[in-house]
């Protein structure tokens, strides 16, 4: 049984604009049957990531455990001290995005 339907997940999202129907197909062969929805990114990330942001300024998103990689790239997001690329922040933009866009609210949290 794979993770995304062990945590109950509706889809898995894949960006596409590097290699995502790779990525299905990966998932695809390893057994993985959840939905997967490939997203093609338009906008860069700062610019994707705005909507998102504006979310956690009005306190509309919190976290429920500890995510230290996460919580790094947050704070070095769009600053000089940025290295590499914030992929973790790509991921919770996307997930937040796609939850919103699906439920027309905002995402909640559910217990493991």
Known sequence: MTLAVR???SRIVAEANQGGEL???VLRSGGCDVPIQLV????????????????YERGRVSHAGQ???L????????????????DRVDALVWAITTLE???????CIRPL
């Open 101 to 107: 866009a699906a439920t027309g609210r905002q995402p």
């Open 7 to 9: 945590m109950g997940a």
């Open 23 to 25: 990525v299905r197909s």
């Open 40 to 55: 093609h990114a338009r906008l860069s990330k700062a610019a994707r990531a705005a909507p998102v942001i504006a979310l």
């Open 71 to 86: 919580e790094e790239e947050m704070l070095q997001f769009g600053s000089g001290a940025m290295q590499g690329s914030p």
């Open 67 to 69: 995510f230290a990689e």
